[in-house]
């Protein structure tokens, strides 16, 4: 067997686990550059847990609280800008991954020129200390070594170096290095009691997803995939709980919030060494024309693809059978799984045929990393199948 594993960061657990554990950001530097989302950081207490820890340390700090969902390489040139302005020493991001991904970016511009066009691949050495507090269950930034932004788009198309699918435009991109795993990542599940029914199903959803794709990736190893069988069980016992989603977010069990947070950084953990599949490439498909929450895109991709896989696996002996192996860390079968999925998803959105022909002639930069890789017109059948108006999958 060949194994290579890295996931640097300190993850602490615990209600408190800030304040607790405040000697983590002691050494990171005087002065922390705050990222968050307009609001939920502050009414959700984080901001002001934050504030008190680096208070109780003797350190200063400065916020940048105008992060939006997927946020743009724009907005990461701005955080970074005010960040070197105020000569912070560190990044600290909380939020959900759009505030942790915008603040690894930040991290890394505000030590690096980087032009705006060549910030995806261009290769770097340095990048500031990253502590992170999640405030969603779901994308695991926390433990990943990557930062997903929209790329705005421009004439210039040699960005696409391969050519294909070389539409100008916004796009899904990540930069991703080894200095971007945070430092220190702060799990605590009283941050996320407060969110509503659709983010956390949303986010639960993009957690689960990371996990199973990350399960069906080529580059998936024996470590990445315990952490997957793991993080999968972990979230299926949540299952009926967020099936019955009480009206009032917080009388959701905080250990059931708690155990989603953790399966949530477990799943980052496997991704940092995976990648995802074709699905979160198809899924940004969603994103992008529709302002689908990322974690439902994936979901609404979800059963075509594994129906698609386990096609596959019982047609050609030569594939390896991962579909089996997948059933049992969740505890059923496939036709099961994804009615539960469908319940938490709840009505499909549709498209029309022409939206499904575009987004199936584009390049799925991830297809290629899925242990089986789709034909383009398997792609484009995936999409027909999960979001055409005449698909069985419509509730
Ligand atoms: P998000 O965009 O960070 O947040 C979604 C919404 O939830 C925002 O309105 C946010 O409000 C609110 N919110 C966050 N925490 C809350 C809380 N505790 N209580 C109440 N509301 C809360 O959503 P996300 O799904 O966590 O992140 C999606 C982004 O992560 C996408 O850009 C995706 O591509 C990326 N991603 C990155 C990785 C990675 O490895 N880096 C992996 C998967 C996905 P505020 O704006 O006010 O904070
Ligand atoms: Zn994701």
Redesign the pocket.
Known sequence: MKLSYLMPTRIVLDEDCLFENRALLADMGNKAFIV??????R??GAYDDAVRALEANGQGHVLFDR?M???TELCVYEAAGECRKAGCDFVLAI???????AAKAAAVLALNDIPREKLFGRAFTKALPIAAVP??A????ET?P???LVDTGSPDESRFPDGRGAAPGPA?RSVGSPLLFPRAAFLDAK??F??GRD?TV??VI?ALSHAVEGFLCVRANYLSDVLAKESIAMIMDCLDSLAAFPADPRSLSPAVREKLLLASSIA?MV?SQSGTSVVHSMGYMFTLNWGT???RANGLLMKSFLVWCRSHEEADPSIPKRIPALCSALGMDLESFCGRLETLLGKRETAAAAEIETWGAMNMKNAANTYICPSQEEIREMFRVSVSASSSFRA
């Open positions: 968050t989302g307009r609001n939920s950081a009414i959700n992060v969902s997927n946020p939020g959900g991954g759009s505030p942790m991904d405030t969603t779901g994308t695991g930034s990943t990557y930062s997903v899904k941050y996320t407060g969110l983010n949303n986010t993009d980052g991704i929450d990322h974690g």
